[in-house]
């Protein structure tokens, strides 16, 4: 059983930035994805961006070039560095893992682990 524990949302204004991070022992495995997803009140959970065990990153069009997620190995740490926040920003944010293999996807169903969720908002 994995266990995956986000910190660092808080709220801020519009413009603004923040840094989430992941406590992630898979990231010690050899094979993994990790996942950054959100969910805001009466929406659907959404994928947000996600990193393989090779370095690889996709990112949803609408943070492209305004989040960069990266991966600590050895401090077995996800982060998503979020700048530019905007109001549509505002959401709980999960991080998610998959080991059964390396391959990543956009849908959550294909997400192993998930941690408790950290809460981000943005004020205009």
């Known amino acids: 059983q994995e266990r995956l524990v986000e910190s660092g949302g808080d709220s801020v204004l519009a413009g603004g930035s923040l840094r989430l991070s992941c406590a992630a022992s898979v990231l010690t495995r050899r094979y993994w994805c990790m996942g950054w ?32 997620i990266s991966a ?17 920003d505002t959401a709980i944010y999960y991080c998610a893992s998959r080991i059964i293999d390396n391959f ?3 849908e959550a169903r294909r997400y192993d682990y998930w941690g408790q969720g950290t809460q981000v908002t943005v004020a205009s």
């Open 104 to 106: 990543c996807y956009t």
């Open 37 to 68: 997803f959100r969910q805001a009140p009466g929406e659907e959970r959404e994928w947000v961006a996600y990193i393989d065990d090779s370095g690889t990153t996709r990112y949803t069009a609408s943070v492209q070039g305004r989040f960069t």
């Open 72 to 88: 600590d190995r050895v401090k077995a740490s996800l982060h998503l560095k979020m700048n530019s926040l905007k109001p549509e």
